[in-house]
């Protein structure tokens, strides 16, 4: 038995039972026989997690044979484990996760499939395990289209500092890798000051910022990998009363950095579409569960959007328009 496996059935026992009956919340469907779908997302504290699996949830409600239980790792590999193994054990039909660690996850992903459970990775996939179903924005491509706009108005010369997602995250190894093939290794002038690991938290792009800003005499931008820790900076620099000289550029085109970047706040960030990420994978669910689709799974890229002050009034519009923002 795989290792992975065995420590998810060590784990499930005693720390499962009272986590699917507070955590959990579902989307019920009318039908008489349903499907039963579980969506682990990696935590529903995290802003894009959290827009993810309303949007999933919505998009259930169009098909009347499935039902969606959304159940909070909350930022917890052994309780995503855990999760897991006791949705196989009570036989839910499909599991959706959004994987705090794709490698650690694979094989235990991989066992399932085997033994009948389909699986989906969604927003994050290593595309190791080739009979999991994959929706996801290319992490490399969400990067680029912001560096590339940040390479437009970065001096040469520039200072800036960095914020990375978790350590061993895909979508921040990628996104990190596409700024040092647009930008830091074709500008000998740029100096990274610093970079830390910031966990995709608000509260800790501020943290780190506010340290920054005490230790270099000049910084020109803040590179972030995604919104959240690039609006913890600004909101540090802003108190700090140095938020007009410095450039903040993010990624997962949230509301938040949309109403920032209107604001002059932010100067760019890349869509990654959770409510097209979540009817593709709500599509592909019902494809598998029905046979329609027969080979069993399915992968999927969705297109990505840079989003600059060009732009922000439409996401402004949809973000209002859908309840985003209020």
Known sequence: MKTKKMLSVLLAAGMVTGMMAGAATTVHA????TYKVAFLPTDMSATFASWLASELETAFKGYDDMELTVIDSKNNLETQISAMETCVSQGYDYIILLPLEPAAEDDLVESYIEDGTPMMNINLDDLAVEKASSVIANP?????????????????????VVLLGPSGNTDSIERRK??????????????????????????????????????????????????????????????AGVADDILFFGVDGLADAAVAIEADEMDATALQDAQVMAEEGARIVHEVLTGENKEGFEKVQIPVTLITKDNVDEFITRYTENGMIK
């Open 30 to 33: 009318e039908a008489e026989e």
């Open 140 to 160: 490399y491509d969400l990067g680029t289209v912001v560096a590339e706009h940040a390479a437009t108005l970065l001096p040469e010369d520039a200072n800036v």
């Open 178 to 239: 596409a700024y040092e093939d647009v930008i830091f290794s074709k500008n000998s002038g740029i100096t990274i000051l610093d970079e830390q690991i910031g966990d995709w938290e608000k509260s800790k792009g501020m943290e780190y910022m506010e340290n920054w800003l005490q230790v270099h005499e000049k910084i020109d931008a803040v590179i972030s990998m995604n919104d959240a820790m690039a609006i913890g900076a600004f909101e540090a620099a802003k108190d």
